[in-house]
């Protein structure tokens, strides 16, 4: 198989999982976000906060941290995953999300928390690799880290060709 076509097969299958997985992890969102908050007291404006406020809260800064991770891998700088700030609103979106997904139900149990960690995993995963799935400087990015790691031990980088 030639490296053009398992590169453009690569992105094809970042795409059929953003796709699948992105789509699920918002309706999910809305869905728990309101059951969680009909939890409320009647006439609290609280009520409507999670299904209004997470979805595009999860997409921002899951987004964000894709955007700012995909430009220090082609810059190949230090990785921005390092920054205090996108670890905390990564860290925000999913303990929010489980939560959301374990107080929306009558009766939460461990099952319940795995089924929501596993849709807010792989939902967090597709808005994270949107940036890298629409960059042209992938078929590039994935060139100049294969040859980097096939390089003998001890010798130089070749660098960009």
Known sequence: MSERRALRELRVL???VIVIEVPVYLVWLVQVGYLTGQEL?????????????LPPAAVLFCVMAGWTWWLSVVVGTRSALR?????????FVAAFSVFCGVTSVDDPSV?????STAV????M????????????QLPDVIRRRFRRTAAAPGEADPGPQ
């Open 14 to 16: 970042m795409w059929v």
């Open 83 to 91: 920054e205090r700030w996108i670890v905390l609103s990564l860290v």
């Open 41 to 53: 007291p009647r006439g609290d404006i609280g009520r409507w906060a999670p299904p209004v406020l």
């Open 125 to 136: 995963t597709g808005l994270f690799f949107i940036p890298a799935a629409a960059s042209r």
């Open 111 to 115: 099952s319940v928390g795995l089924l």
């Open 120 to 123: 807010t995993g792989l939902g």
